[in-house]
């Protein structure tokens, strides 16, 4: 069984005048996560990486392809 693994990663400006970027950002996330499940992927994990003026989200995707 080969498993397929891929990784979704955003970045996110934490600054008080990006809040605009920051959901446009937050949005296409979520967007992109949608359609990865839409095609049989799964959120296996997210980590958040929090810097001082930026948050990184990395999303684990898994499928597996003989499962279809």
């Given at each position: 069984?080969?498993?397929q693994i891929e990784t979704v990663r955003t970045v996110v400006?934490?600054?008080?005048d990006a809040?605009?970027?920051r959901t446009a950002a937050l949005k296409?996330?979520?967007?992109?996560?949608r359609v990865a499940t839409?095609?049989?992927w799964?959120?296996?994990h997210t980590?958040?990486?929090?810097?001082?003026d930026y948050a990184t989200f990395?999303?684990?995707?898994?499928?597996d392809p003989l499962a279809e």
């Amino acid at each position: 069984m080969r498993q397929q693994i891929e990784t979704v990663r955003t970045v996110v400006a934490k600054r008080d005048d990006a809040a605009e970027a920051r959901t446009a950002a937050l949005k296409d996330r979520d967007n992109q996560l949608r359609v990865a499940t839409d095609m049989g992927w799964a959120l296996a994990h997210t980590a958040v990486l929090d810097g001082t003026d930026y948050a990184t989200f990395v999303d684990t995707l898994t499928r597996d392809p003989l499962a279809e």
